[in-house]
C-alpha cells in the first residue's frame, strides 16, 4: 500500500523552535513528496507569528496546503495516519495510540528528537522503542550532520548556497524595506541577531561600537531585546531611553555601530535576513540550521540546560565544524563561541573572530557544501517509514 498520510505532533515549548521545525517540515513532505499532511499544534498563536496566514482561532484550517489542526480533544478522535510523527516526545494522546495499536497495518511510529552533533545520537538513531502494553514500537529519528544521521531539513531549492540576495543596490534595499529596516551602510559588516537573554550581550556592543569596523545589527524580535534596549540606555543616549517608547524601535547609532530593531519576522523574511547579512548570530535548532545553508559565518547560542548539560552538546558541533581550519582562526571561532555560551568576555574575543572572518567565510561554503552532498531529513524519513510499512518485522 502506497503512504499517503502523515500525522505530526507539536507541542509549543519555547515559542519557535519547536513549531518552526514541524513547519517545515510539513511543507516539505507536501510540497516535494505530495502526501497529505496533518499538522496538530497545541499553540496556534505562537505558530501564526512564524505564518501569518495561520487563524489562531480556527480549529481546522489548511495553510500552504498544510491540514492544521488545534491539539485538543480532537486529536484523541483522530484516525491514525500512515506515518505518526511526534516531535521531540511530545507523545499524541493516549486515545489516538491506542486506535494505532488497534490496526492490522500499524502506522510508521516515530519519535523526531532533537538535533545534536554527539557521537551517541548516530548509535541511537532508527532505534527501536517497544511500548510497554500495547503491540506498538516506536522508532527514534535522530536528525545529524552526518550521513549516519537522519540529515538536516533542507528544501529542493537548496541545492547549494542558500539563495543569498542579488548585490545590487536597488534589490538589497527592497529587502531591506520589506523588512522595515533602513539599508545597512555601504561598507558595514551586516549582522544578524537573535539569542536567548545573554550577559555577553552589553560587552559585545560595547565592543562593536568602539571598534575599527562599522557593524550594522539587525536586532531580530526576542528575548534579548530588552538588553540590547538596557545597553542604550546605559551609554547615557536619549534616544536609547526614546527607544523603549516605541514597537518596532527606531534605528539607534553609537559610535561605530549601527542598531536595526526588526519587528518579528515570518519564516520567508527571517530565511532572507540570514542570507543578507554577513554573520548570523543564531539561537535553539530551527535557525541553527537555516544559518548554515546561506553558507555564511554564524554564532549558536545553544541553550543553557541546568548543571551545563548543554556544554558537551556545544562541544561536538564545534569539534565537528572547525576540523579543518587554521590553528588561529579554529581558536577565535572556539574561544567566541564558548565566550558567548559561556555569557563571559565576548567583547574582548570579537577583534579576533574579526579577522577570522574572511577564512570563515571560504571555511563555511565548504561545510555547507558537504552538508548539501547529504541526503535530507525528509528524503531519510520517508525512506525509514517505508520500510517499516513494507517490512513491520524490521
Known amino acids: 500500500m502506497p503512504v499517503t498520510r502523515c500525522d505530526i505532533f507539536c507541542k509549543v515549548i519555547d515559542n519557535y523552535g519547536d513549531i518552526g521545525v514541524c513547519w517545515r517540515l510539513a511543507r516539505q513532505l507536501v510540497r516535494q513528496h505530495g502526501l497529505?499532511?496533518?499538522?496538530?499544534?497545541?499553540?496556534?498563536?505562537?505558530?501564526?507569528?512564524?505564518?501569518?496566514?495561520?487563524?489562531?482561532?480556527?480549529?481546522?484550517?489548511?495553510?500552504?496546503?498544510?491540514?492544521?489542526?488545534?491539539?485538543?480533544?480532537?486529536?484523541?478522535?483522530?484516525?491514525?495516519?500512515?506515518?505518526?510523527?511526534?516531535?521531540?516526545?511530545?507523545?499524541?494522546?493516549e486515545a489516538y495510540v491506542a486506535v494505532m495499536a488497534a490496526?492490522?497495518?500499524?502506522?510508521a511510529w516515530i519519535n523526531l528528537e532533537?538535533?545534536?552533533?554527539?557521537?551517541?545520537?548516530?548509535?541511537?538513531?532508527?532505534?527501536?522503542?517497544?511500548?510497554?502494553?500495547l503491540p506498538l514500537t516506536k522508532y527514534f529519528f535522530f536528525p545529524g550532520f552526518t550521513p549516519d544521521t537522519g540529515g538536516l531539513i533542507r528544501e529542493a531549492a537548496l541545492t547549494g548556497r542558500?539563495?543569498?540576495?542579488?548585490?545590487?543596490?536597488?534589490?538589497?534595499?527592497?529587502?531591506?524595506?520589506?523588512?522595515?529596516?533602513?539599508?545597512?551602510?555601504?561598507?558595514?559588516?551586516?549582522?544578524?541577531?537573535?539569542?536567548?537573554?545573554?550577559?555577553?550581550?552589553?560587552g559585545l556592543l560595547d565592543a562593536w561600537a568602539n571598534g575599527d569596523r562599522a557593524i550594522f545589527c539587525a536586532v531580530t524580535a526576542g528575548r534579548h531585546v530588552p538588553q540590547v534596549q538596557a545597553w542604550l540606555n546605559a551609554v547615557g543616549t536619549d534616544v536609547g531611553r526614546e527607544a523603549l517608547t516605541h514597537d518596532p524601535h527606531p534605528p539607534q547609532q553609537v559610535g561605530r555601530l549601527?542598531?536595526?530593531?526588526?519587528?518579528?519576522?515570518?519564516?520567508?523574511?527571517?530565511?532572507?535576513?540570514?542570507?543578507?547579512?554577513?554573520?548570523?548570530?543564531?539561537?535553539?535548532?530551527?535557525?541553527?540550521?537555516?544559518?548554515?545553508?546561506?553558507?555564511?559565518?554564524?554564532?549558536?547560542?545553544?541553550?543553557?540546560?541546568?548543571?551545563?548539560?548543554?556544554?558537551?552538546?556545544?562541544?561536538?558541533?564545534?569539534?565537528?565544524?572547525?576540523?579543518?581550519?587554521?590553528?588561529?582562526?579554529?581558536?577565535?571561532?572556539?574561544?567566541?563561541?564558548?565566550?558567548?555560551?559561556?555569557?563571559?568576555?565576548?567583547?574582548?574575543?570579537?577583534?579576533?573572530?574579526?579577522?577570522?572572518l574572511p577564512a570563515l567565510q571560504q571555511h563555511t561554503e565548504k561545510w555547507t557544501s558537504n552538508l548539501v552532498s547529504q541526503t535530507d531529513l525528509a528524503a531519510k524519513l520517508l525512506i525509514f517509514c517505508k520500510n517499516l510499512l513494507e517490512c513491520p518485522a524490521l
Open 114 to 133: 532533537y538535533l545534536t552533533a554527539e557521537a551517541w545520537a548516530a548509535g541511537s538513531h532508527g532505534l527501536p522503542s517497544p511500548h510497554p502494553r
Open 258 to 356: 549601527h542598531l536595526a530593531f526588526l519587528p518579528f519576522l515570518p519564516q520567508p523574511d527571517y530565511d532572507g535576513l540570514l542570507a543578507a547579512c554577513d554573520l548570523n548570530f543564531v539561537r535553539g535548532e530551527d535557525s541553527f540550521v537555516r544559518a548554515q545553508w546561506t553558507g555564511h559565518p554564524f554564532i549558536w547560542h545553544i541553550y543553557p540546560q541546568e548543571e551545563n548539560a548543554h556544554q558537551p552538546k556545544l562541544a561536538a558541533f564545534l569539534e565537528l565544524y572547525s576540523a579543518g581550519l587554521g590553528t588561529a582562526e579554529c581558536s577565535a571561532l572556539r574561544n567566541f563561541w564558548q565566550a558567548w555560551s559561556d555569557e563571559s568576555d565576548a567583547g574582548t574575543r570579537w577583534p579576533a573572530l574579526l579577522a577570522a
Open 162 to 202: 542558500s539563495p543569498t540576495l542579488p548585490h545590487d543596490k536597488d534589490t538589497q534595499q527592497t529587502f531591506w524595506a520589506r523588512v522595515e529596516v533602513p539599508p545597512p551602510p555601504p561598507a558595514a559588516l551586516k549582522v544578524s541577531l537573535f539569542a536567548y537573554e545573554n550577559a555577553a550581550i552589553p
Open 36 to 93: 497529505a499532511v496533518r499538522l496538530w499544534v497545541d499553540d496556534l498563536a505562537s505558530f501564526q507569528r512564524l505564518a501569518p496566514a495561520v487563524d489562531a482561532t480556527a480549529a481546522t484550517q489548511t495553510v500552504q496546503d498544510v491540514s492544521v489542526w488545534r491539539w485538543d480533544e480532537a486529536a484523541a478522535m483522530a484516525e491514525p495516519a500512515d506515518i505518526v510523527i511526534e516531535a521531540f516526545a511530545c507523545d499524541p494522546p
Open 103 to 107: 490496526r492490522v497495518r500499524k502506522p
